[in-house]
């Protein structure tokens, strides 16, 4: 399909995107000029960069996890002996060498008051797994399209990687290589570190199904060049669903087990806040009989990692309580809160599918940032260290590694071409995957039901405060109602350490909890209690409760027998609840 102006948009993936290295972005501050003399360039610079380290070393949380201080002090030495020298360009670069020492992809100086100077190669790639396929290009250049980039110059991509790594501060290899795709192409940089010295006939080789290797030649332009240029892009026969990423969260039937939920920023969306969409979702579920959710975080950069919550309790509580087959979509974009979300729902037993996160599991955070007065550079840096592997079992595995998928799948170029999402097929292939719903009313699942009826009841929320039971996740859907029913009495631990939230609840206990839920709302049961002929088998702490609830018709006899041991099921709830309230006096 041919289109205009494809590089406005190319300009705003490279200069504009938080994912991408921060040395890129846009930053309003004018750069300095050239008339400065040496000596007031140096001393500029100089408080620019004493500023900048005197900031980081009193803000970030490490400087020397990666590097050790000696090689952080030798940079800034280099850097300090070319002050009167360097390009303004170079400085920046040089900043961003510096900060990326940390290891720390949230560290980073951006020095987007250059876009005006920068030049770029004309072209849109993207990574699949044939390679870095070629999926725009000026018009003219239709042969290239689907081919695979394997250099620049001669130079090969990882060659060219390894030299443009000293500016791209990642914290695990996955993000590096997805920070080195977003900015190789910018001319000024490739200069930088001699992969060519004139912006005309910078050649691209490529590798394509129906000629083999071939050589393209393109010029480097500036942004307004790139604004105004014809491309082509290629082709596809559909797009899928999965491609529309305008909005921050929805949600897409994509058969008749499946329900495509695609996540793309952490954060409230204030016309449809996180607890009305994930109602929202709630009912498409159970109206549907949907028994797989996808969640797709593959191009969620971040933002708060809580807003999330509601749905994370509400997946949760499917997969646990109804079978749901639960699975998230994860890539190199899944990044800082995003990535948070991909270590909780592999926590709550979602099934990973994708290519390994840009994240990493333990990480810097946080971020604050520094504006340098001198140069304009504005460089982010964090504030707060991670260890996610301190609160959640799904995470120590990795400690400052990409969190990896379960399932690894990447998109290919056949699947692109007839408009498939190959990672969505292959979950979409899976089948017999739901596991059969629990029928017994486990313990969580009654200080939920417990809960949220009196949530109802009263109009009000509950406390959401966390139970302090080592086999409670804070990430347990059943988790604030756990701590409600405890804060108030109605249920106590197996023993001052365990509550045992998936052990199943028998007809004496929940007799028992029935009746401190009578007290804690200051009413009685109707009736005159009851004494079941098996009243021996009942145990001392339950009699009363079971007498008082058989009594009143809440929790009948059968044959005179109370049966205390047995189970109660999850499809007997709904009509005790009604039955109970009923005999509230």
Known sequence: MHKRQLYAALLAAALLST?????????????????ASAASVAEGRQSDLDLLLSTLQSAHPNLYSVHTQAEFDAKCAEIQAGLATMSDFDFAIALSELT?????????????????????????LTPMADGLVITGLPSGNEKFLGGVLTAVNGVSLDQLEDRISPMLGADNPTRQRYDFYNIFYVYEILQHYGITDQPEGIRLTVQTTADGTQELTLDALDSNQMQSLDYISLEQE???????????????????????????????????????FTEQVRQSIEQNGYDRVMLDLRNNGGGSDGVLLPLLYLLDEKHEQDGVALYTLIGDRTFSSALINAVELKQIGATLVGTPTGGSVDHFGEVSSVTLPYSGITVQYSTNYFDLSTLLDAAVPYDTEALPPDIHVQQSLTDYLAGRDTAVQAILARAGDANQPKTELTRGALAAALGRAYAAEMGEGISVAQPLFADVSIFDYAAPYIA????????????????????????????????????????????TPATPADAAAISPWA??????????????LQDGDFAP??????AE?????????????
């Open 484 to 527: 409600w029913a405890q804060a108030n009495g109605l249920m106590c631990g197996d023993s001052a350490d365990t509550f045992a939230p998936d052990r199943a609840v028998t007809r004496e206990e929940l007799a028992a909890v029935l009746t401190r839920y009578a007290a804690f709302r200051g009413k009685s049961l109707a009736g």
């Open 573 to 585: 709830w709904p009509a005790i609840l009604t039955a109970f309230h009923a005999a509230l006096v």
């Open 19 to 35: 994912a991408l290295p921060s040395a890129l972005a846009v930053d309003a501050a004018p750069a300095q000029g050239s008339a």
């Open 238 to 276: 559909s797009t899928p669903v999965t491609a529309a990423r305008s909005q921050l969260y929805f949600m897409e039937p994509l058969d008749e087990h499946t329900l495509y939920i695609q996540y793309n920023s952490c954060q409230e969306d204030p016309n449809l806040p996180m607890e009305d």
């Open 543 to 556: 009699l009363d409760a079971v007498c008082a609830l058989s009594g009143a018709g809440v929790l009948e």
């Open 565 to 570: 041991k047995s189970q109660v099921l999850r």
């Open 100 to 124: 990326a020492l940390i290891g720390d992809s949230h560290t980073g100086a951006n020095f987007g008051n250059f876009i005006d100077q920068l030049h770029f190669l004309p072209m849109y």
